[in-house]
């Protein structure tokens, strides 16, 4: 998953990221692996984070920026 590149690409520790998304780092880092499935609710607190889309998110596609809003 990207979310990994995006946050090191920002600086943001593991640990604030988790905190961020009101999770445990442990349960953070295991989303960055691949072993846990992030919650949806997850996703689009990290796509509103990084601007991007969810779909970017999950390697759906390869298109950064978000898909404008109505």
Known sequence: MR????????NIK????????HVQQSSY???ET??????IEA?????YYYDTSVDYLLGITDEKKP????
Request: hydrophobic residues 30%; proline residues 6%.
């Open 29 to 31: 880092s295991k989303y």
């Open 14 to 21: 593991q640990v604030d990221m988790a905190n961020y998304l």
């Open 67 to 70: 898909y404008p809003r109505k």
């Open 43 to 47: 996703l689009i607190k990290l796509a």
């Open 3 to 10: 979310i990994r590149d995006l946050r090191e690409d920002t």
């Open 34 to 39: 691949g072993q846990r499935n992030i919650p």
